[in-house]
């Protein structure tokens, strides 16, 4: 399964709800299973579910696992709610994804991707081709 063309699928679904900013980025983390409400930490502690199994991820952000989806969208949620700064140092210092590792590179993509969101310089209707463009194996 590309799991990547199917997180930009659920990504351009989520933009049609009209949700705020965060809303949009915290919803995302259910894609990761990470829900909304006070028990997201321990859904984001635990690594949350993959309910995108499968790969399609850009070589420099491949680990070579079924989990890239959930990675991303659960990293997205993480960052919506603590702020990209905690973010980076959970991923490193207790996750051990160093920034020259496929995983550590897909969390900064995350966190790049959540600052545009939160920020708007990257519309919702624009997040799936953003997605596309910079993560997925094959732009489609």
């Known amino acids: 399964m590309d799991a990547c063309a199917a997180l ?33 930490v321990f859904d984001a502690a635990s690594g949350g579910r993959n309910r995108l199994s499968g790969r399609g ?15 991303f969208a659960g990293t997205v949620a993480v960052t919506a709610r603590i702020g990209g700064r905690l973010t980076r140092w959970l991923t490193v210092a207790v996750l051990r994804d160093g920034p020259d590792t496929a995983d550590g590179r897909l969390s900064e993509e995350a966190i790049e991707f959540a600052r545009a969101i939160r920020s708007g310089e990257l519309e919702q209707s624009e997040a799936s081709g953003w997605v596309r463009r ?7």
């Open 57 to 71: 991820f850009r070589r420099l952000v491949d680990d070579q696992t079924d989990g890239q989806a959930r990675h």
């Open 134 to 140: 910079r993560l997925c194996h094959a732009a489609a």
């Open 8 to 40: 930009a699928d659920s990504i351009a679904r989520l933009a049609d709800h009209g949700y705020s900013n965060r809303r949009f980025l915290t919803e995302l983390g259910r894609i990761a299973g990470v829900r909304r409400g006070p028990l997201w």
